[in-house]
């Protein structure tokens, strides 16, 4: 079984297309949640979720932007975005929103979360935030979003990696590139991060999304490069924050 893993869209219709035109072939697709927020495509890319997806996970902005919990503690710029999107989505959208189910949800030999198992809304950015996750798991591989950033941690016995997908060297950043984290049958756990697909944070502007490939015993890491002008454009045409067009080229 082949599942493509996807999180952190936030409305951005041209880094999905791009991801699903570019994925290799798969059995199932799986996502994390934030499928709306900061991007002005939120309709579409729900829709599409809707549609495509076997699992998914509610995301802070998806429960956000359909009215189960407020704003407050945001900075001003997701604000702004949260208020733009709930008074756009579509009635089909928001209750598509509101079914979402808080995670962990379980596959057979996977778990997926939105921010840690242990809260939704807690990011794991380091080893002390994967180490209770990573403890109490009793799948091999855990995958979540939220932070924006492709990569995670493994466990071995009592030996800790930072998984840390490195592009080989002399790529193109304006082209795809892929790397392989093969998964180890010695009791070694996972706890992994696709990637953003809609705004990642990691300094890559690329799409970032993943592909879980139980027979060949590998997750592999992908970036896609998507037409990042047209989508800075619809949020500056929207009028959301300029800052959310900028940050996309930046990757953070």
Request: aromatic share 8%; hydrophobic share 40%; net charge negative.
């Amino acid at each position: 079984m082949r599942a493509l893993i996807l999180s952190d869209i936030h409305g951005n219709l041209e880094a999905l297309d791009a991801v699903l035109a570019a994925a290799p072939q798969h059995d199932a697709v799986w996502n994390l949640g934030d499928v709306v927020g900061y991007g002005a495509s939120p309709n579409e890319t729900v829709e599409c979720m809707r549609l495509l997806a076997d699992f998914n996970v509610r995301g802070n902005h998806d429960k956000v932007c359909c009215g189960l919990v407020s704003a407050e503690g945001y900075n001003p710029a997701a604000q702004r975005a949260v208020q733009w999107t709930t008074e756009r989505l579509t009635d089909r959208s928001v209750r598509w929103l509101e079914s979402l189910q808080e995670g962990p949800l379980f596959t057979s030999n996977s778990s997926l979360a939105h921010g840690s198992p242990m809260d939704e809304d807690r990011y794991i950015l380091n080893i002390q935030d994967a180490w209770e996750p990573l403890q109490r798991a009793e799948q091999r591989t855990s995958f979540f979003g939220h932070t924006h950033m492709q990569g995670g941690f493994q466990l071995r016995g009592s030996e800790w990696v930072h998984v840390k997908p490195v592009q080989s060297e002399g790529v193109d950043a304006d082209k795809r590139s892929q790397w392989v984290l093969p998964l180890r049958e010695d009791g070694t756990r996972y706890l992994l991060n696709p990637g953003s697909v809609g705004q990642p944070r990691d300094g890559d502007w690329r799409a970032a999304y993943a592909v879980l490939d139980e027979e060949a015993n590998e997750v592999t890491f992908y970036r896609e490069p998507y037409d990042l002008a047209l989508a800075q454009g619809r949020i500056l045409m929207a009028g959301l924050p300029e800052r959310l067009a900028l940050r996309l080229r930046e990757g953070r």
